[in-house]
């Protein structure tokens, strides 16, 4: 049995550290910036609505790729899949169901975003008005 000695991995590691002038500072989340996959992480409707759009609704994923080699090969394989197909097909069928669910869920983003873009725009109205009847009332109580 090999015996690891972890002073001298300890070490390796201290050393290491003060060659990169590492320091002990403890981060807050917000100083930590993510790297997104887009090139900017802002709400775009229209750009969500035309991915929506190539979204399929019903997006099949099948259980198996076709066979591809020799004929022994071929048989091999279809053998090995009536043998796990009962595990396999349960996986893929629970996948597909839950590809149909988010894809309904997801759809319906779009109306409820513009139910609230609505609902600020007329609480946003309100606030406007009644702040000018502060404003009104103040300077009547001023006179």
């Known amino acids: 049995m090999q015996e690891i000695n972890v002073e001298e991995i300890m070490q390796g590691i201290?050393?290491?550290?003060?060659?990169?002038?590492?320091?002990?500072?403890?981060?807050?989340?917000?100083?930590?910036?993510?790297?997104?996959?887009?090139?900017?992480?802002?709400?775009?409707?229209e750009e969500f609505?035309?991915?929506?759009?190539?979204a399929k609704p019903h997006a099949i994923v099948n259980a198996y790729k076709p066979l591809y080699g020799?004929?022994?090969?071929?048989?091999?394989?279809?053998?090995?899949?009536?043998?796990?197909?009962?595990?396999?097909e349960s996986i893929v069928d629970?996948?597909?169901?839950y590809n149909i669910y988010t894809h309904r869920a997801i759809a319906m983003l779009p109306d409820r975003f513009q139910d609230t873009d609505e609902r600020l725009f007329e609480l946003e109205k309100k606030l406007a008005k009644c702040e000018k009847t502060i404003e009104e009332l103040k300077s009547q109580l001023e006179k």
């Open 14 to 45: 201290r050393k290491e550290i003060a060659e990169k002038h590492y320091e002990d500072v403890e981060y807050k989340f917000r100083d930590v910036h993510l790297r997104l996959n887009c090139a900017d992480a802002v709400y775009d409707k």
């Open 49 to 54: 609505i035309a991915n929506l759009d190539k």
């Open 70 to 88: 020799n004929p022994i090969s071929k048989i091999i394989k279809k053998i090995n899949r009536k043998l796990i197909a009962f595990y396999v």
């Open 94 to 97: 629970d996948q597909n169901d």
